[in-house]
């Protein structure tokens, strides 16, 4: 494999765990302001990414590439009111997408179509988690400022349940 992307993809996989953290300090700020279904809704973002991290681990042992592991910094987005941590989601989502790109990129110049067609997943599910990202802040801006209406949107996320990811290496 190419020097450049082993290295990003390798730096990947502690970004992804990265996301797993933030996604954690955003549910525990909604447990602490007591809407449990936004919790839920993270804890499964949460899970979703620890799992994104697992498959570029993965991939890059199948790979017989070497994996580093670095540390994972602190969650760094300050959680001040509700649409605050919506929209440092998207924006996060939207930094992991240029990531994705950025290796892609690197793929493509190498001519590595093995990393390419690896990567075709995330690029797919990048566009799912800024959709998703953008709904929320759409519905919060609907909803969040009558209590009665956020009781439901809270209500509608508590029912998230966890998938495992459709790409299995
Ligand atoms: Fe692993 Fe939310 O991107």
Known sequence: ??????ELLNQQVNKEFYSAYLY?????????NDLDGFANWYLIQAQEERDHAMLFYTYLQNEDASVTLDAIARPDVALDSHMTVLEAGLAHEKYVTSLIND????????????????LDWFVKEQGEEETRARDMIAKMKLFGSDPRSLYLLNQELAARVYAAPTLVL
């Open 1 to 6: 494999m190419n020097a450049k992307v082993h």
């Open 24 to 32: 954690l300090d955003f549910s525990n700020y909604f447990k602490d």
């Open 103 to 118: 290796i892609y990129a690197a793929a493509y110049e190498d001519r590595d179509f093995r990393t390419m067609q690896f």
